[in-house]
């Protein structure tokens, strides 16, 4: 495979040395599962947020045929994070955007994406991973992406090291990469 040219490759090939059997995950969008399944496999728990029905449950199914039980499923918005989770997180996963061949106008949004960044902030471990891709080829991505990277450049260097990934040379606004751990 060639790693640099598939963004859900290379960001789970980026992830994977953050994870081991002790570690707490969460799926901030949890869409057709993929991702979910990624952490599940390679995590002790992983939670998984969805404001959409049809992605929970298909994303239920997909771990249940995987023989999976450490996950835990949450039909509301990643905003809401603190409701649900109570524990500091070894990895968070945001693939934002609309679900795969389902409804188009139902996409993350900047104002939600960015307090679910914050919640994310203040609960990551030291060392921990957030790994964020970016779609903006539509108009609601388009905003999201100024809004969060505008957000993730400012935030205090002493205390989080930040990535951006980018395709330099690509057509169509392919998507791109924000890694963030923190220092201490
Ligand atoms: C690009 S898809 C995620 C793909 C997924 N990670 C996968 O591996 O298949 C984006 C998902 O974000 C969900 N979403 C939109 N707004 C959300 C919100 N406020 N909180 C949680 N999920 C949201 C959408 O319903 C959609 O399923």
């Known amino acids: 495979m060639n790693i640099i040219s598939k963004t859900t490759q290379l960001d789970k090939y980026l992830i994977k040395p953050y994870l081991n059997k ?9 869409g057709n599962g993929n991702d979910t399944l990624f952490l599940a496999l390679n995590s002790k728990k992983v939670y998984g947020f969805d404001i959409q029905k049809i992605a929970i449950e298909k994303t239920d199914k997909l771990l249940k045929e995987n023989g999976l039980n450490n996950y835990q499923l949450i039909c ?4 809401e994070l603190d409701k649900y989770v109570n524990e500091l997180v070894d990895v968070f996963i945001f693939n934002f955007g609309y679900l795969p061949k389902a409804d188009k106008t139902i996409t993350t949004i900047a104002e939600s994406s960015l307090e679910a960044l914050k919640k994310a902030l203040g609960l990551l471990k030291i060392d921990g991973l ?15 992406r100024e809004i969060i990277l ?3 450049n400012k935030l205090d260097y002493n205390k989080y090291y930040v990535l951006y990934i980018r395709p330099f040379n690509q057509q169509n606004n392919p998507p791109e990469i924000v890694l963030i751990t923190r220092k201490k």
């Open 22 to 30: 002790e570690s707490i995950t969460v799926d901030m969008t949890v």
């Open 76 to 79: 509301d918005s990643h905003s």
């Open 130 to 144: 957030i790994s964020m891709t970016l779609y903006y080829g539509h108009r609601n991505g388009e905003i999201e």
């Open 150 to 152: 505008d957000y993730v």
